[in-house]
Structure formats: structure tokens, C-alpha cells
């Protein structure tokens, strides 16, 4: 490092100098410590102050910390908007549907709305639970109350299917019957007759 005293230092100053010069030679690359990314875990919660992110929990897993603060900048470009909330549903990994008041059948109160978060194959505790709705109350149009969260996991099951065939052909077999001899009778019979009338002679 070049140092920036005057021509005119004493030699105390130059020394001193040089002994600070130590301090500031760090090994650490300035431009990881903005990038959520890259910055060392240890420094996020200062990321997080530099970042304006509104709710932090100490113990959030380290993955969703950085999620926060990707997106920070812009939930308060686009807070108490729908898109807000896209956001914050998706930092957890999540998909969701949302339905207001106007696009029920019949129409809902006015001013509330419902979403259908799909929860896909991630996890969901109480403690996530609570993070979620925060964030939620966070984001949302202060103008607009949710009725109803619906939360959808498709579990799959694999499917075993099973099938068989049975084939085959019943023969029976007799024993070989004799020829048979049947002797043949034949009876023949003539019967005639013939009336004579016999009258006396008149």
C-alpha cells in the first residue's frame, strides 16, 4: 500500500506508517461482501442492515438469510404489491395462486383476498409457518386483509401394479367304448279280404 503522508513526516509518523500498513493489507476481496452469494456467512446480518431488510431471524437457515437479502431491494420497489408477494412466497420455494374479493363467485368483502400456497416437496414447520405469515403481513397492501391460506403438498407414492393370466385347456379322455352288435328283427305281416253279398234270386 502507498502511503499518503507528506513529504514532511517525521519518522515516528512514517513508522507508525508502516506498522498500520499490516492492518490494512487484508486478505479478504471487498467485492464478496456485497454480493449475497459470496459474502462470508458471519457478515449477513450486516448485508442485511445495508440491504434494508425488514425482518431478520438470527436463526434462519443460511440459505433462506441470502434469499432475504437478494430480494430485499426489490420488495421496497414493489411493497403492497401482488408481485411483492410473489416474491416472498417464492424465497421459500414455494408457488402459489391468489384470489381477491372481486374474482369470487359470489363476490367476497371487499378489500380481502385468499391464496393456495403450493408447498411442493419442502418442508413446512410451526416456526416456518410463522416466518411466512410475517413476511406476508409485511408485504401485503395495508388496505388488504387475507381470509383464508390454503397450503397444498403433493406427496408421491409410487404405484405398484400387478397383473397375471391364466390360460389353459380342460380335456377328458374316456376309455374306448366296444363297437355295439345290435341284431335287426324285421316282421312282415298281410292281411286281405273281400265281402261277397249273396241275395236270393227274385
Same mark, same amino acid.
Given at each position: 500500500?502507498?502511503?499518503?503522508?507528506?513529504?514532511?513526516?517525521?519518522?515516528?509518523?512514517?513508522?507508525?506508517?508502516?506498522?498500520?500498513?499490516?492492518?490494512?493489507?487484508?486478505?479478504?476481496?471487498?467485492?464478496k461482501l456485497?454480493?449475497?452469494?459470496?459474502?462470508?456467512?458471519?457478515?449477513?446480518?450486516?448485508?442485511?442492515?445495508?440491504?434494508?431488510?425488514?425482518?431478520?431471524?438470527?436463526?434462519?437457515?443460511?440459505?433462506?438469510?441470502?434469499?432475504?437479502?437478494?430480494?430485499?431491494?426489490?420488495?421496497?420497489?414493489?411493497?403492497?404489491?401482488?408481485?411483492?408477494?410473489?416474491?416472498?412466497?417464492?424465497?421459500?420455494?414455494?408457488?402459489?395462486?391468489?384470489?381477491?374479493?372481486?374474482?369470487?363467485?359470489?363476490?367476497?368483502? @371487499?378489500?380481502?383476498? +385468499?391464496?393456495? %400456497?403450493? !408447498? =411442493?416437496?419442502?418442508?413446512?414447520?410451526?416456526?416456518?409457518?410463522? /416466518?411466512?405469515?410475517?413476511?406476508?403481513?409485511?408485504n401485503?397492501?395495508?388496505?388488504?386483509?387475507?381470509?383464508?391460506?390454503?397450503?397444498?403438498?403433493?406427496?408421491?407414492?409410487?404405484?405398484?401394479?400387478?397383473?397375471?393370466f391364466?390360460?389353459?385347456?380342460?380335456?377328458?379322455?374316456? @376309455?374306448?367304448?366296444? +363297437?355295439?352288435? %345290435?341284431? !335287426? =328283427?324285421?316282421?312282415?305281416?298281410?292281411?286281405?279280404?273281400?265281402? /261277397?253279398?249273396?241275395?236270393?234270386?227274385?
Open positions: 500500500m502507498k502511503q499518503l503522508l507528506p513529504p514532511n513526516s517525521t519518522k515516528l509518523e512514517l513508522n507508525v506508517s508502516k506498522v498500520l500498513e499490516n492492518t490494512t493489507n487484508l486478505t479478504i476481496d471487498i467485492k456485497i454480493k449475497p452469494s459470496d459474502i462470508p456467512s458471519q457478515f449477513l446480518p450486516h448485508l442485511a442492515w445495508q440491504n434494508s431488510v425488514d425482518r431478520w431471524n438470527r436463526n434462519w437457515p443460511e440459505d433462506f438469510k441470502r434469499k432475504q437479502i437478494k430480494i430485499a431491494f426489490d420488495l421496497h420497489k414493489c411493497k403492497g404489491t401482488i408481485s411483492a408477494l410473489r416474491s416472498v412466497v417464492e424465497s421459500f420455494g414455494f408457488e402459489f395462486e391468489i384470489l381477491e374479493w372481486w374474482q369470487k363467485s359470489p363476490e367476497g368483502t @371487499p378489500g380481502t383476498f +385468499e391464496f393456495s %400456497v403450493e !408447498l =411442493n416437496e419442502a418442508n413446512f414447520d410451526e416456526t416456518e409457518y410463522n /416466518t411466512f405469515i410475517d413476511l406476508i403481513n409485511d401485503k397492501p395495508l388496505t388488504r386483509h387475507f381470509t383464508a391460506i390454503n397450503f397444498k403438498k403433493n406427496i408421491p407414492v409410487p404405484v405398484r401394479i400387478g397383473s397375471t391364466y390360460d389353459g385347456q380342460h380335456t377328458t379322455i374316456y @376309455p374306448e367304448l366296444p +363297437e355295439l352288435i %345290435v341284431p !335287426l =328283427n324285421s316282421l312282415a305281416a298281410h292281411f286281405d279280404y273281400q265281402i /261277397t253279398a249273396v241275395f236270393p234270386q227274385v
